[in-house]
Nanobody, 127 residues
């Protein structure tokens, strides 16, 4: 069992930055691939970014590539999402997720393949 708690959301103007954090319960945190998803009102939850167990490999949705950076600190049981150059269309509830991923098959972008989810944190970008 893994418990995830997101934080760092808030209100920011377009062009600004936010850093989201996701704290995990932890004993086996380094065994999990981690992902960030988001859900805007009236829309389905969508993939944002993922990172493998050790932090050496990342993958991003085209909509955020070049603006967002996912990272992790296994010593702190925490994964981060640094969001720069924010746009109004980035407004959503952002969710942290974890899955038991093998070293060789860690890249998963679909919500059904993730095992644990946080409660979400609201990000609002004003125009």
């Amino acid at each position: 069992q893994v418990q995830l708690v997101e934080s760092g959301g808030g209100l920011v103007q377009a062009g600004g930055s936010l850093r989201l954090s996701c704290a995990a319960s932890g004993r086996t945190f380094s065994s999990y691939a981690m992902g960030w998803f988001r859900q805007a009102p009236g829309k389905e939850r969508e993939f944002v970014a993922t990172i493998n167990c050790c932090g050496g490999s990342t993958y991003y949705a085209d909509s955020v590539k070049g603006r967002f950076t996912i990272s992790r600190d296994n010593a702190k049981n925490t994964v981060y999402l640094q969001m720069n150059s924010l746009k109004p269309e980035d407004t959503a509830v952002y969710y942290c997720a974890a899955r038991r991923g093998s070293v060789l098959s860690w890249l998963v972008t679909t919500i059904d393949r993730y095992d644990y989810w946080g409660q979400g944190t609201q990000v609002t970008v004003s125009s």
